[in-house]
């Protein structure tokens, strides 16, 4: 199965952009990328996902290499509440399963 | 509001004793899992279901069983809980099992088993 890579924490200023990066080298080309994010122990929040295009919502924007071997969240202006663990997640499905493979997460502080 | 509602969300057992955590959705959903969340292993999956009376193992499914006989239910049944079973849980369903099909989460039961 795919796995992702992602720093273990990062910081960023409220109102700055917040630039959270992922590895998944081993990623296949039907899977999708996911990005949750965890607020202390509440169940994870889902933020955005994608397959090859750059993909943007409300909340964030996702941008993924072309060779989709690593993808970059970014929230365009922190803030205080977007403090959180960020999972970047490859997410493998096929017609007898659909499981989200969940690496370790960025924990994001965003500071005043 | 649409919502995976999950039950208790603490407990404390002993070794042994045989324990349910509920798991609801209202979403109308075929696809629900259980999922397990402890510190330095991020979240791993337990079981999964892709519809009703279709169950089938995650990567860590030792220790557990679950049951899937009506859409909005899926509870996990711990027969024989054990310490190493301590740990956050969660619950979690999509609308299909889908690349497209955002997995809600439930908010959690932390269990403690003495």
């Known amino acids: 199965d795919a796995k992702t890579t992602q720093p273990p924490s990062m910081d960023c200023a409220e109102g700055r952009a917040a630039n959270l990066p992922c590895n998944h080298s081993?990623?296949?080309?039907?899977?999708?990328v996911y990005w949750y994010r965890q607020i202390h122990s509440q169940g994870p929040q889902y933020i955005i996902h994608?397959?090859?295009n750059n993909e943007t919502n409300e909340m964030a924007s996702l941008i993924i290499t072309e060779d989709r071997k690593s993808s970059t969240l970014i929230l365009p202006h922190a803030t205080l509440r977007d403090t959180a663990v960020y999972y970047c997640?490859?997410?493998?499905?096929?017609?007898?399963?659909?499981?989200?493979?969940f690496g370790t997460g960025t924990r994001l502080q965003v500071f005043p | 509001e649409a919502q995976v509602t999950q039950n208790p969300r603490y407990l404390i057992t002993v070794t042994g004793k045989k324990l349910t955590v509920t798991c609801s959705q209202n979403?109308?959903?075929?696809?629900m899992s259980w999922y397990r969340q402890d510190p330095g292993l991020g979240l791993r999956q337990i079981y999964y279901?892709?519809?009703?009376?279709?169950?089938d193992k995650g990567d860590v499914p030792e220790g557990y069983k679950v049951s899937r006989k009506e859409k909005r239910n899926f509870p996990l049944i711990l027969e024989s809980p054990s310490p190493n079973q301590t740990s956050l849980y969660f619950c979690?369903?999509?609308?299909?099992?889908?690349?497209?099909?955002?997995?809600?989460f439930g908010p959690g039961t932390r269990l403690l088993v003495l």
């Open positions: 979690a369903s999509s609308l299909t099992p889908s690349g497209v099909e955002t997995q809600y």
């Open positions: 081993t990623i296949s080309g039907n899977e999708y």
């Open positions: 994608g397959l090859k």
């Open positions: 997640i490859v997410r493998v499905v096929s017609y007898n399963t659909d499981k989200l493979i």
């Open positions: 979403m109308n959903h075929e696809y």
């Open positions: 279901s892709m519809n009703v009376e279709v169950t």
